[in-house]
């Protein structure tokens, strides 16, 4: 009888264990979600509030007036919003930008110089897309927000962002998902919902979630296209959906909006640079230039300093300092900065190769002297103060930002929380419009 007793017990344990696994299996079922077994969240984690990050990508800081965008708008004037927009890194370029927004450092120091680059030391190319590159952690500077927080024994889920399918700093989200834009994005809202769901022992505290429509009917259609209009109303609904969602979970969740870019229509043909330099020797991803020996660097920079009024031609060490690009190899040497909206190129496709114009739109120049280039910035949540608005900033500054409402000790980096202090409840910031 007693060993009838023990086998019971036991075998209800198992039961009630493999109720859990399955309460959570469920709860993750609508995405093929990979988890990393961190443990639950420390006791201080599970204190802490909420932030859920979203990125439309290429969502043009004036988009939301120009198109009536009612959701976003609700959120500026119940919240914190940019209605000038944010400055993104140098190049306005989404990968670098992403990263940029999670480390707080600007591209040079984050290692993501651009969608597609080399290392020279490497002898390899990195390139949005390759799955072999973009989950090699060794490609990847700083500390991200996740591996910040998963070091710090707080839970994060990432439903798609730039480096959260490598491991870096040690570290990978709890929760995360294999890039894939076909994603249905309601199932999207669905997976974050789940997430926010689970026991507190296992609740992500810090989760993002992309989309990318704006930017696909920008790029295709170009910025003032009726098709751009669709998308942005599209994704201002998704942005609706997700903030009742949210809403109805009644945790504390501050709920941040951001781009990563704008864009601007192209003007004319391809510049193409070989067309005024001869790049014998040279390594070249899209417009960017790598010399084989310092002859071969000061040779094309000598050609391309006064080639055309369409771009400047800078040594590396010479590229203006607000641009912060002028520290790392993979920017290449010479620098190719485009004085407009122009698309550049090191050369044409091979002959026999289709050669395509350049696409209706684009992004990548500075934001300093192509307003077109800012992207867009909302928060509201317990955190946040009600109905301000904020100047122009960059966007190394939302890291720090994001790393106080988490309660995370954050490492140096290019942003200062002092740029958004006055946005918090608990630093300065007031309940009152400014």
Not at 1 to 24: D, E, H, K, P
Not at 43 to 69: E, M, P
Not at 292 to 300: F, G
Request: glycine content about 8%; some cysteine.
């Amino acid at each position: 009888m007693r060993i009838q007793q023990i086998f019971r017990v036991t075998a209800i344990g198992a039961v009630l264990a493999l109720l859990c696994v399955s309460q959570r299996a469920t709860a993750q079922s609508t995405l093929p979600v990979i988890h990393t077994d961190h443990g639950p969240n420390s006791a201080q984690a599970q204190k802490a509030h909420y932030v859920v990050l979203v990125s439309l990508d290429g969502f043009r800081w004036d988009y939301t007036k120009k198109y009536g965008a009612s959701h976003l708008l609700s959120i500026g004037r119940q919240g914190v919003w940019a209605p000038e927009g944010i400055l993104p890194s140098y190049p306005s370029l989404t990968f670098p930008n992403h990263y940029a927004i999670v480390t707080g450092l600007y591209p040079e120091h984050n290692g993501l110089v651009a969608n597609y680059f080399y290392d020279a030391q490497k002898d390899a190319r990195y390139r949005l897309g390759d799955d072999a590159t973009v989950t090699d952690g060794s490609w990847y500077k700083g500390v991200p927000l996740w591996s910040l927080a998963e070091s710090q024994g707080m839970r994060t889920a990432c439903l798609f962002w730039p480096g959260s399918e490598a491991e870096i700093a040690g570290q990978r989200p709890t929760d995360y998902l294999k890039f894939d834009d076909k994603v249905d994005e309601s199932a999207r809202i669905d997976q974050v919902f789940a997430w926010l769901k689970e026991p507190e022992a296992t609740r992500p505290h810090f989760i993002t979630l992309y989309y990318s429509d704006v930017d696909h009917a920008g790029h295709e259609y170009g910025p003032d296209a009726p098709e751009t209009k669709d998308a942005v109303i599209r994704v201002d609904g998704l942005v609706g959906k997700l903030r009742s969602k949210l809403d109805a979970t009644g945790l504390p969740i501050d709920l941040v909006v951001v781009s990563d870019h704008g864009m601007v229509r192209i003007q004319g043909p391809w510049v193409t640079l070989d067309q005024f330099a001869d790049l014998k020797n040279f390594d070249t991803a899209g417009a960017l230039l790598y010399g084989k020996t310092e002859e071969d660097r000061v040779r094309v920079y000598n050609q391309l300093k006064k080639a055309s009024d369409k771009f400047h031609a800078y040594r590396l060490k010479d590229v203006p300092y607000d641009l912060h690009y002028n520290e790392n190899a993979r920017e290449g040497d010479p620098v190719i900065v485009p004085t407009g909206p122009y698309s550049i190129r090191a050369s044409a496709p091979a002959a026999g190769k289709p050669d395509n114009p350049p696409i209706a739109g684009q992004h990548g120049f500075d934001p300093h002297i192509m307003p077109e280039m800012k992207a867009s910035f909302f928060a509201v949540g317990p955190d946040i103060v009600h109905g301000k608005t904020v100047a122009p900033f960059e966007n190394v500054n939302i890291y720090p930002w994001i790393t106080h409402m988490l309660g995370l000790q954050a490492p140096k980096s290019d942003g200062n929380l002092s740029i958004l202090a006055g946005t918090l409840r608990d630093n300065g910031g007031s309940a009152e419009a400014k």
